[in-house]
């Protein structure tokens, strides 16, 4: 037997079987396609296709809108960081000018 204090882990194996994957289903809609395109109607690819547009668009306003900053909210974060940096500036003399009274008081 063999004791270890560093017990190395061994790689997992990941398997994937697609569970609705079907490749009779697959080639008959690719033969309904191809049949489509030789007899010119593409009506219901088009309506198909207008639909994941749609989708597709709908998604990119979403997430932009989400993401877009409004001019209003800059302003009001802008003037919330000048503040902020006043008040640490004011903080930081202060600090400043105490040591140096107190470095005169004992020191000079």
Do not use: C
């Amino acid at each position: 037997m063999r004791f270890t204090f560093i017990k190395i882990p061994r790689h997992r194996v990941f398997q994937y079987d697609p569970i609705y994957y079907s490749p009779e289903k697959e080639e008959r809609k690719n033969r309904e396609r191809r049949i489509r395109q030789e007899m010119g109607d593409t009506v219901e690819e088009q309506g198909d296709r207008g639909y994941t547009e749609r989708i597709r668009g709908g998604m990119r306003r979403r997430i932009k809108s989400h993401f877009e900053v409004t001019r209003s909210e800059r302003k009001k974060s802008n003037l919330r960081l000048i503040i902020i940096l006043i008040a640490l500036m004011a903080l930081f003399y202060y600090l400043l000018n105490s040591a140096y009274e107190w470095y005169e008081q004992f020191f000079i």
